[in-house]
């Protein structure tokens, strides 16, 4: 009697440990299929430069898994709500050399290097682990949709610029493993759980 009962609960145990087993992420956006492999989508190869002059490109992620967004300065809506989502996990991994965040201006124009430097300073970034980065804007524009976000001048939006608030989660190799809504606090929490997830399976 007492062997079934622990049995039952061994059972039990495991039952409840795989329900709440965190689940691999999975790749997202489009993929081929090639013979037996897949071949999942990848960030394309890119150049920008950042708020202290340094040239940024995919060597600059090269093995580490990085957080990336689209704002502009002046942005009078979703941007504060998105930056204040990055800042909160810049402050978690801050000084974690596994980690690292982009933040791409969709403003080239007014957001040179150096604004983008006092723009970064203000949020208390003071070391290389964000780069908030400009560059041409089609190519800016362009990679927009490689990260499947929205970044386009609309005059009819508010401070004339279409966006979209995602923060997205890279791996080590330029895959999109996961994102969230950066103006909703509760879905960038189930963002950091599998940032943790990431950084432990990588």
Partial sequence: MRFLLFTLLALTVFSCQQENKVQPLPYLGQHEINGQDTMYHTIPDFAFVDQDSN??????????????????ISCPTICPKVKKQMLRIFDKYKGNDELMLLSHTIDPKRDTVGRLKSYAQNLGVDNGQWRFVTGEMDEIYGIADDYMSIAKEDPNAPGGFDHSG?????DKTGHIRSYADGTDPEKVDRLLTDIEWLLANE
């Fill in 55 to 72: 040239l940024v490109t995919n060597a600059t992620f090269e093995g580490k898994i990085y957080l990336a967004d689209f704002f502009f």
């Fill in 166 to 170: 995602w923060i997205l989660l890279i």
